[in-house]
């Protein structure tokens, strides 16, 4: 069986992760009239986990009625979401630098949880996964949050930092799943890509 599947994730890193473990992917981005933005709206009261779960299957759902509309051929589709969870609290993605800073100076000298879940789905069979990480941020001066924002890194990324770019110098401890943290957990998505028929 061919190793090809379509990924719906404009995640380079999620691309690089598949093709370590020998995964062809096709992109599978939104139109320009999906507001996928929408889909990652946190509901009232909704658990980290919850929130990471609901919005991957939305994602997936999406992805599914892409295929569909535009008459692509049948192959697995995989979706994942990412987001970083200090007790209840969620920290999506920062809207800004000044938000980045926030996200960081609270995350700062704590413990906080890397959320990812995967799923996947072909034809009708839909498999999908939770990978939790825990990792530790060193305390971090005004000047060193000031500094890290200003290269950019921070920016579209869940929490406001990439453990595998310039942030590694301030991550402490990690438990659980490096390529989980880095928003795709190649254990559980190895998993599920076997579970619908794909060998890896």
Known sequence: ????????????????????????????????????????????????????????????????????HRGLPAAPVLCADTTVALARRIYGKPVDAADAARMLGELAGRTHRVLTAVAVQLGRK?????????????????????????????????GAYAVQGKAAVHIAHISGSYTGIMGLPLSETAALLNAVGLAV
């Open 126 to 158: 839909r498999q999908q996964a939770l990978q939790v990480s825990r990792v530790t941020l060193s305390p971090l001066t005004r000047a060193q949050i000031r500094d890290y924002v200003a290269t950019g890194e921070p920016m579209g990324k869940a």
């Open 1 to 68: 069986m061919t190793k090809f599947i379509y990924l719906a994730s404009q995640s380079p890193r999620r691309r690089q992760l598949l093709e370590q473990i020998g995964v062809d992917c096709k992109l599978l981005l939104a139109s320009p009239d999906e507001d996928s933005e929408a889909l990652e709206v946190v509901l009232p009261g909704e658990s980290p986990a919850a929130y990471v779960q609901r919005v991957t299957q939305l994602k997936l759902d999406a992805a599914v009625a892409r295929i569909r």
